[in-house]
């Protein structure tokens, strides 16, 4: 069951289809620096912008979350407003062709991103607003950051599990490695090549939290 909140947000990807081919539309007719500025606002500015005042009203509480019960889930609206860069990669791939452009994106998403972050072309962030970077470090290509992990329960029912990704100044994250919910990688560590640094898991412990991941399932 969705909520009336929950089935609005649903049509946000919709409403930045037709935002887009308006601007778009704008430019064609006119085209100059200030219509090719609206259409990068639109593009790049109006679903972070969404996201910010969304969470100012319904704040996204990290832990566990139901996202078919009675109650509004923040993350599953967040969901729906990121969605134009799932479809589209290749508009978010652009901003990191350029240097710090894509660190001061995320930032507009509420995530906290320190200074001289290097990152490919292509990669994968998911959950925009739930990054925590620090300086210097540097991403490999193909690389998944991933703040959110979904189960089904025994009822039917989806849960999420919503948690900040951690990783500290001065870490190399190799090529095509996955850093899933909670997890966290120390400052100066160097995570090898398709590795999984999983739900929980602090990146080089002997101990893992998967444990931990499932015990907040269940």
């Not at 998944?144 to 919503?162: F, I, P, Y």
């Amino acid at each position: 069951m969705m909520t009336a909140a929950d089935r609005l947000f649903s049509y946000f990807p919709l409403l930045m289809t037709v935002l887009l081919l308006a601007a778009l539309g704008v430019f064609a007719q006119w085209p100059s620096l200030w219509s090719a500025m609206l259409v990068l606002f639109v593009i790049y500015f109006v679903p972070p912008m969404a996201q910010r005042v969304m969470l100012r009203w319904a704040p996204l509480k990290q832990g566990i979350c139901q996202i078919d019960g009675r109650a509004f889930s923040p993350w599953l609206a967040s969901h729906h407003i990121q969605a134009l860069y799932d479809a589209l990669p290749y508009l978010e791939s652009l901003l990191r062709v350029f240097p710090g452009f894509y660190s001061m994106w995320l930032r507009m998403w509420g995530s906290r991103v320190g200074y001289g972050v290097e990152w490919p072309v292509r990669m994968d962030v998911l959950d925009r607003s739930l990054m925590d970077i620090g300086n210097r470090v540097v991403f490999a290509r193909e690389v998944e950051l991933v703040a959110h992990v979904r189960k089904k329960t025994d009822a039917g029912r989806s849960r999420v599990l919503v948690r900040n990704v951690r990783i500290g100044s001065y870490a190399f994250i190799g090529a095509g490695a996955r850093v899933g919910a909670g997890a966290s990688v120390p400052s100066n560590a160097s995570v090898p090549e398709m590795a999984v640094v999983g739900v929980n898991e602090v990146f080089g412990d002997a101990v893992r939290h998967h444990e931990q991941a499932e015990a907040e399932f269940a």
